[in-house]
C-alpha cells in the first residue's frame, strides 16, 4: 500500500472539503482498502467518516425512511421497519458478501463500490476504468462475470451491489452534500453514469460530495422478492439478480417495479419491460415478451453470451413466483 | 499515528503508521498471532475478530479507524486452560484439519451465535419476521465467510450447533 495522511472528518462539511482537495473518502473500507492493497487505488489522502453522525435510520413525513450513509448493512438488513415493509432491500442485502463485511459495509460505500471485474483489479491489464485511454482487456479477455447492457467499446464492467438493485426497485433517492454545504437528492438513475468513453466516471457527484443517506418512498402493496444467481451458494457476487415489487389485482398486474444486477454497470432498470406486464394477465407468454424486451438491445461478448438465457429464465421465475397466488 | 484500542480488556497505546491494518497491528505490534492471515483480501475470514461485539474482517480495516474501540481476539475468547463452549465443541467435535482456519472460525461463530440469538434473518432464513433455527443450511449460511481448506465444514457445523445448544 502507498503512504498516504490519514484524517479524521470532525463534522460532514470538513469532509466535503477534505474530498474537494483530493482525499478519498473512507466509510467501512472494505472495497476501498482492498483496491489500495493492490495499489489500483493510492490516495494521497484518506478522510474517515466513520464517526459522523450519519448513523440512524428514522422514518420519514410521508412514511419512508431515511437511511444514514453510515448504516452498515448488517444493521439496514436486520432493521425491523426494513424487514416488514422494504422486505426485498433486506433481502437483497442478505445475499450479498459474509456476516462480516456486512458488519462494515455502509449504505453509501456500498453504492459507490467499484467494479470486480478482474482486469480493473490487474495493474498489467489494459483497463479504461483504472487507467483511461488504456484500453479495455475485458472485451475480448475472460469477460464471463461482464456486463450485457449498458456497455460501451471502452468498458463492459458490471456494477457488483446487490443493495443497490433493490433500491433502484424501490425507487430509493440519495441525498449529497457539496463542498460549500449545498445539497441534493437524486434518483439512482441520475446518480450512475453508464461509461461510454469515460468509464472511469461512474456517478455524477462531484468532487466533495458526499452521500449523507439514502431515502426510500413509502411502503407499496404488493409482494415483493430479490433471486440471485451466482456460481456457489452465498458469498459470491450476482452472475444475474432480480428485485421484483409486484401487485395484482383483479386477475391483472398493476403494480410492476423490476431492476436487475449482474447485467450492466448499473443496477438496471428498463419501464418498458414494466409497462408491458402492468395492466395484462399473468402468463409465461407475456414474462417471456417482457425477457425479450430487457434483452432487446443485450449483447454477450462470448464468455458472458450465457447470461442473455440465465437472465430469461431468472426474470420468468420471478415473476412467476410474484404471481403464483393469481395464477391458481 | 497514535492509536488507544481496548484488546480483550487491556487498553493498549499503540503508535503506528496509518497503513497498519488492524491484522497486523494485533500480530505484528502485539503478538497476538492467534488471529490469522489467510488472503489478506476479506476473502477467507481468517483474521475474523470481534470489534465492539460484532465480527469484522480484520484485514479489511485500518487500525487508525479504531481509536477507542473494542477489540476480541480469539486470545480474548479463552486459553487453553479455560476454553470457551466453542473452543470445547471445536475440539469434541474434531472441527478442524490443519486448525489455520479454526481461529477465525470460532470469533466468527462467537458472534454469529449472538447475531442469532438477536433475531438476525440469514438469506437462507423463510420467515425475515421469524426467529432462525439452526440448521445446517442456516449455519453454513451464516458461516459462509468462513472459507476452510481442509473443508472440515460437516465438523465445524456440528461443533457450532452443539455449542449453541450448550448456551455458548
Known amino acids: 500500500m502507498r503512504p498516504f495522511e490519514y484524517i479524521r472528518a470532525q463534522n460532514p462539511n470538513d469532509a466535503t472539503q477534505s474530498a474537494a482537495d483530493g482525499a478519498i473518502i473512507i466509510a467501512g473500507g472494505t472495497n476501498l482498502l482492498d483496491l489500495m492493497k493492490l495499489e489500483v487505488m493510492a490516495p494521497d489522502a484518506l478522510i474517515d467518516i466513520n464517526h459522523l453522525e450519519l448513523n440512524q435510520i428514522e422514518e420519514t413525513e410521508n412514511g419512508g425512511l431515511r437511511i444514514g450513509a453510515l448504516v452498515t448493512n448488517s444493521e439496514l438488513a436486520n432493521d425491523i421497519r426494513v424487514r416488514r415493509n422494504w422486505p426485498v432491500l433486506s433481502r437483497a442485502l442478505l445475499a450479498g458478501a459474509s456476516g462480516q463485511l456486512r458488519n462494515k459495509a455502509t449504505t453509501g460505500g456500498n453504492l459507490l463500490q467499484r467494479t470486480r471485474c478482474l482486469y480493473f483489479y490487474d495493474r498489467a491489464m489494459a483497463c479504461n476504468k483504472r487507467e483511461p485511454g488504456s484500453g479495455c482487456a475485458a472485451r475480448e479477455g475472460f469477460n464471463r462475470i461482464l456486463a450485457v447492457l449498458g456497455t460501451s467499446e471502452h468498458c463492459i464492467a458490471t456494477h457488483p451491489s446487490d443493495m443497490a438493485v433493490a433500491m433502484r426497485a424501490l425507487g430509493a433517492e440519495v441525498e449529497t452534500l457539496k463542498e460549500g454545504g449545498t445539497t441534493r437528492r437524486l434518483d439512482l438513475d441520475e446518480l450512475y453514469l453508464l461509461p461510454g468513453d469515460r468509464p472511469d466516471r461512474e456517478t455524477v457527484l462531484e468532487p466533495g460530495e458526499l452521500i449523507t443517506a439514502v431515502v426510500l418512498p413509502a411502503p407499496v402493496e404488493g409482494r415483493q422478492t430479490y433471486r440471485k444467481v451466482r456460481d456457489r451458494a452465498s458469498y459470491a457476487f450476482a452472475l444475474v439478480s432480480v428485485a421484483g415489487i409486484l401487485k395484482i389485482e383483479d386477475g391483472r398486474i398493476t403494480r410492476a417495479d423490476l431492476a436487475f444486477g449482474g447485467l450492466a454497470p448499473k443496477p438496471w432498470r428498463d419501464t418498458q419491460v414494466e409497462a408491458i406486464l402492468v395492466g395484462n394477465r399473468p402468463t409465461e407468454e407475456l414474462f417471456e415478451q417482457a425477457a425479450d424486451q430487457l434483452l432487446a438491445e443485450a449483447q454477450g461478448l462470448g464468455d458472458n453470451d450465457f447470461k442473455l438465457p440465465l437472465a430469461r429464465r431468472t426474470l420468468v421465475s420471478v415473476l412467476t413466483e410474484l404471481t403464483q397466488e393469481a395464477r391458481i | ?168
Not at chain 2, 498471532?33 to 470481534?50: E, F
Not at chain 2, 470460532?106 to 419476521?129: R, Y
Open chain 2, 1 to 168: 499515528m497514535q492509536t488507544n484500542l481496548m484488546i480483550n480488556g487491556t487498553q493498549q497505546q499503540l503508535e503506528l503508521d496509518p497503513r497498519t491494518t488492524l491484522l497486523d497491528a494485533l500480530r505484528h505490534h502485539l503478538g497476538l498471532t492467534g488471529t490469522k492471515k489467510g488472503c489478506d483480501h476479506g476473502q477467507c475470514g481468517a483474521c475474523t475478530v470481534m470489534v465492539n461485539g460484532r465480527r469484522i474482517n480484520s484485514c479489511l480495516t485500518l487500525a487508525c479507524m479504531h481509536d477507542e474501540d473494542e477489540v476480541t481476539t480469539i486470545e480474548g475468547i479463552g486459553q487453553p486452560d479455560n476454553l470457551s463452549a466453542l473452543q470445547k465443541a471445536f475440539v469434541s467435535e474434531d472441527g478442524f484439519q490443519c486448525g489455520y482456519c479454526t481461529p477465525g472460525q470460532i470469533c466468527s461463530a462467537t458472534a454469529m451465535l449472538e447475531e442469532v440469538k438477536n433475531g438476525w434473518p440469514s438469506h437462507v432464513t423463510d420467515d425475515l419476521d421469524g426467529q432462525a433455527d439452526l440448521s445446517t443450511e442456516e449455519i453454513s449460511e451464516r458461516m459462509s465467510g468462513n472459507l476452510c481448506r481442509c473443508s472440515a465444514y460437516p465438523n465445524i457445523v456440528e461443533a457450532i450447533r452443539k455449542a449453541a445448544g450448550e448456551g455458548a
